[in-house]
């Protein structure tokens, strides 16, 4: 099979990229390198395992003509691609909101013009500020005001799950779509406002960790081993079609446990400074309190539960980090 991944040299369309690379099929690329990487797809290009396998574009998912010859040729989309990351998205809000909306409307409307099947990712975050848990597929999506930017991200993404859902039912497009919740692993950096690397990074070289607000709000963490388990078992699961599946962890933990946590793990004398939102970002910042998934849809429709634990996702994210690291510091000496 040939699978077309955009975004695949992001932090989860590369591991993706590796998997179906593992599992024999050919995989084709294309990212624009905004907030991906080479090196997270370098080896896959390199290896000898794969054979010539895999093929990379360097262009953006608004080139018309490379999309179209992409599209065509593939028997899969996973559509990835997508301005990520709160930071991100707070200092683009523009620019993002075209690439997940625009980018999006681009890639359906090719699938549905050669009738590929499509996975559409989307995010927790359209589930806005509801703090009930577990959040299930069918619970409404409440937001703040269109002037705190921060729900743009979840405005933009829940646009899509419609629009994917508006061409599978009128048309028969064959998409899945799934909702993330905060996927961690290696080769995620915290450039862009992903939390676990970024106290991580601090704690690696031993200065203060930055905890907003007052660090009582909580989240689950879904190892990246698992979201791509979950995705090959999704796209490989007919009644998976039409629907909109969570794929999150089931541990929950205060990002001020959390950062206790990292500090002990990496055995640093970093300690913590509680920031306020509207000191660490804008006014046009809002939080959400907690967010947990059900994942009970996912294992209904494949028998797929997450099962790699916290701690475990830490080991990983810190032995990364720092070999990071000390390559940074190699580099510079
Ligand atoms: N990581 C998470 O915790 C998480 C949570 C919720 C949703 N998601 C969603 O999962 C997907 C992948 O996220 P990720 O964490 O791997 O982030 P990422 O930033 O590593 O990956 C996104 C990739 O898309 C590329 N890209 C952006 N605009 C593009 C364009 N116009 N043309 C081509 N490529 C473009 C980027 O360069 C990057 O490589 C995104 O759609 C994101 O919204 C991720």
């Not at 930071?87 to 909101?97: A, C, F, H």
């Not at 905060?182 to 070289?205: E, S």
């Not at 920031?275 to 309190?289: L, N």
Request: aromatic share 8%; glycine share 8%.
């Amino acid at each position: 099979m040939k699978v077309l991944i955009t975004g695949g040299a992001g932090f989860i369309g590369s591991h993706l990229a590796e998997r179906y690379l593992e599992l024999g099929h050919k995989v084709y690329v294309i990212d624009d390198l905004s907030t991906g990487r080479t090196e997270n797809i370098s080896h896959l290009q390199q290896s000898e395992k794969y054979d010539g396998r895999f093929f990379f574009t360097h262009d953006t998912i608004f080139n018309d003509k490379v999309l179209l010859d992409l599209v065509g040729i593939c028997d899969l989309v996973v559509h990835l691609a997508a301005a990520v990351g709160v930071e991100y998205i707070l200092n683009n809000p523009l620019s993002s909101l075209k690439t997940n909306i625009g980018g999006t409307e681009k890639i359906l409307e090719l699938c549905h013009r050669f009738q590929k099947k499509v996975l559409l990712a989307s995010t927790s975050e359209v589930y806005g500020n509801q703090t009930h848990a577990p959040l299930k597929e069918t619970d409404g999506c409440t937001y703040g005001p269109s002037t705190k930017a921060r729900w743009s991200y979840a405005a933009s993404k829940l646009l899509d799950e419609f629009m994917a859902l508006g061409y599978h039912r009128t048309e028969g497009l064959p998409v899945v779509i799934v909702r993330f919740f905060n996927t961690v692993g290696p080769k995620q950096t915290g450039r862009y406002g992903m939390v676990i690397p970024r106290l991580v990074d601090q704690a690696l070289k031993g200065e203060t960790l930055t905890v907003y607000g007052d660090g009582s709000q909580s989240r689950t963490f879904t190892h990246v081993k698992d979201v791509v388990e979950a995705l090959v078992q999704l796209l490989e699961t007919p009644e998976a079609e039409g629907e909109v599946v969570n794929i999150g962890g089931v541990e929950e933990t205060s990002i001020l446990n959390l950062a206790q946590r990292i500090i002990k793990k990496t055995d640093s004398k970093s300690k913590i400074n509680l920031i306020p939102y509207d000191v660490a970002f804008s006014k046009d910042f809002e939080d959400m309190q907690r967010r947990v998934p059900s994942t009970e849809k996912l294992n209904s429709l494949t028998g797929f539960r997450t099962s790699i634990k916290l701690d475990e996702i830490l080991n990983d994210v810190i032995e990364d980090r720092r070999s990071n690291l000390s390559r940074k510091l190699k580099d510079q000496a």
